[in-house]
């Protein structure tokens, strides 16, 4: 009897560890999740207010009283034309893309696409897409590339500016734009493919450490960092750079016809300014002045997926937080 007792409070300590670890899962699991972005978590911002609201501010310090007076009646006057004159004027969305290695901003770039295609009008309403980024991973940035073309696809025009770069994967999201603009000294270019990896297969060996690596079909791992990397593998590999190189020189070429892909496909980048004569970018401009020239005849707005951050990052970022007041204390000296 007692035997059958033990086995009994044996079962019942492993479910309830499994059903700890389990309900565990679940929790982080729910702490992680919100970084997707939703229909609600769209901001759309008016730019034109924004620019008027600082306009106000600067007369509002500069202006004597009398000429306050008169500068509030022509604004007012100003409005009153504008709401009647422009409801029915282009509209320009701007989008903004900061890319690391994973394109990871590529999500956040998709809804913000979807909120456009809601709203603009075909072959009269526009984007600027405000990208900065040195490229990444092939399917990172051809997914990214393709979610750009989709506004192209509804006859909305795309204007890509570039303060800062827009190099081998960047620049590949820049020409399924219509138009480049870039700042003069922004870096542009790098139509290329890298590859590299570590191979620690002769260390292993010299240690009497045996690595084995087992597939089925012949280049199912033609590289490894553990496996000994063989000359009909490595020479597989590289063609595999090739055959990605060629497809991304044949979508620059696409997109932009009148491009030498010969004399810029070699993985090289050029400042803005050196680009302009390559025929890498159309113009040159920082992103500022092209909106603020923009405003002339078209309404801006800002629009942003904005990123729901998850339980266990609101608390990471909080510790964060609280760890840079605390530094900040001890380095100013308080008690």
Not at 221 to 250: C, Y
Not at 288 to 295: I, K, N, S, T
Request: some cysteine.
């Amino acid at each position: 009897m007692a035997f059958w007792l033990d086995i009994a409070a044996f079962a019942l300590k492993a479910f309830l560890i499994v059903a700890a670890a389990g309900a565990l899962v679940a929790f982080i699991v729910r702490l992680t999740r919100g970084d997707e972005p939703r229909a609600a978590d769209i901001r759309v911002r008016s730019l034109d207010e924004r620019y008027d609201a600082m306009r106000d501010a600067l007369h509002a310090q500069i202006l004597d009283k009398k000429a306050r007076k008169a500068f509030a009646a022509a604004r007012k006057k100003e409005a009153k034309e504008g709401a009647r004159t422009r409801a029915s004027g282009k509209r320009i969305f701007v989008l903004g893309f900061k890319g690391d290695t994973r394109a990871h901003a590529v999500k956040r770039l998709a809804a913000e696409i979807d909120a456009v295609l809601t709203a603009a009008r075909p072959e009269v309403d526009e984007v600027v897409l405000r990208i900065e980024s040195p490229g990444g991973t092939v399917t990172g940035y051809g997914l990214a590339a393709a979610q750009v073309m989709r506004l192209g696809e509804r006859k909305i025009r795309v204007t890509a500016s570039v303060d800062q770069v827009a190099a081998s994967g960047g620049y590949m999201m820049a020409c399924a734009a219509d138009r480049i603009v870039a700042a003069p000294f922004a870096m542009i270019g790098s139509i290329g493919v890298v590859a590299q990896i570590p191979n620690l297969h002769r260390l292993l060996k010299r240690n009497d450490i045996d690595f084995e690596e087992m597939t089925a079909g012949e280049f199912k791992r033609s590289v490894s960092m553990l496996g000994e990397i063989t000359p009909a593998g490595r020479e597989h590999f590289r063609g595999k750079l090739d055959t990605t190189h060629e497809a991304f020189k044949s979508f620059v070429q696409e997109r932009r016809p009148s491009l030498d892909i010969v004399k810029v496909a070699n993985g090289d980048v050029w400042l803005a300014s050196e680009a302009l004569g390559l025929g890498l970018v159309d113009a040159l401009s920082t992103g500022d002045e092209l909106l603020f020239r923009a405003r002339a005849d078209a309404r801006l707005f800002e629009v942003v997926a904005e990123e729901r951050k998850s339980v266990l990052r609101q608390l990471l970022g909080g510790l964060g937080f609280a760890a840079r007041l605390a530094w900040a204390r001890i380095a100013a000296g308080a008690p």
